[in-house]
């Protein structure tokens, strides 16, 4: 059974840092493309950053860019989410998502949410102005 959980979610305040965890269990998490979203109340799911499965190829949105790295370990089936510089308006539940299997780097097509197959329960990060 496919499984992605989420942790390292947390408070922080304004330019702290947190790093997620997205831990995979269930498939091979080399295989395909992750993503990180994020929902904020009364907003809609926004992409992150997501990186493909085939050469590690990463994207960022725009809110995000020099501020949020992603790495993957498919040794231990897991991808994280660097976050420095946290801001007040970062402050939302974070997911991961899975798609796949394939190898092919999605572009920024990786930061839409409504193609991914599998998505974690969320961790919630809070930034305090």
């Known amino acids: 059974q496919v499984h992605l959980v989420e942790s390292g979610g947390g408070l922080v305040q304004s330019g702290g840092s947190l790093r997620l965890s997205c831990a995979a269990s269930?498939?091979?998490?080399?295989?395909?493309?992750i993503g990180w979203f994020r929902q904020a109340p009364g907003k809609e799911r926004e992409g992150v950053s997501c990186i493909s499965s085939s050469d590690g190829t990463t994207y960022y949105g725009d809110s995000v860019k020099g501020r949020f790295t992603i790495s993957r370990d498919d040794a231990k089936d897991t991808v994280y989410l660097q976050m420095n510089n946290l801001k007040a308006e970062d402050t939302a539940v974070y997911y991961c998502?899975?798609?796949?299997?394939?190898?092919?780097?999605?572009?920024?097509?990786?930061?839409?949410?409504?193609?991914?197959?599998?998505w974690g329960q969320g961790t919630q990060v809070t930034v305090s102005p």
């Open positions: 269930g498939f091979v998490l080399g295989y395909y493309a």
């Open positions: 998502a899975a798609m796949g299997p394939l190898y092919k780097d999605l572009g920024l097509s990786g930061l839409e949410p409504h193609d991914y197959d599998y």
